[in-house]
């Protein structure tokens, strides 16, 4: 089964900017992917998708602000974030969309303070 790991987490001041990786451990270029989060004491929410076809879409709250790329050739999808807010602070991780229970991997942190 594929494995997920995410980097390029870490600690930002607001409005800068940092670009997550997620590694796949094999092809996954016939998956839809999405980058989730996960807030303490929030629910785990969906904040990018693109699909295997490369359209992507966005949760209001980080639309305009962040970006979802992959590249096939080396089974990584990424999320660019910029403008970063207080409110983006989370554990990031991806999987497929829609989730499959087994890529789940240990997510990356971000953490937005000054």
């Known amino acids: 089964q594929v494995q997920l790991v995410e980097s390029g987490g870490g600690l930002v001041q607001p409005g800068g900017s940092l670009r997550l990786s997620c590694a796949a451990s094999e092809t996954i270029f016939r998956l839809d992917m999405g980058w989730y989060r996960q807030a303490p004491g929030k629910q785990r929410e969906l904040v990018a998708v693109?699909?295997?076809?490369?359209?992507?879409n966005y949760a209001d709250s980080v639309r305009g602000r962040f970006t979802i790329s992959r590249d096939n050739a080396k089974n990584t999808v990424y999320l660019e974030m910029n403008s970063l807010k207080p409110e983006d602070t989370a554990v990031y991780y991806c999987?497929?969309?829609?989730?499959?229970?087994?890529?789940w991997g240990q997510g990356t942190q971000v953490t937005v303070s000054s």
């Open positions: 999987n497929s969309r829609p989730p499959a229970r087994d890529y």
């Open positions: 693109i699909t295997r076809g490369g359209f992507t």
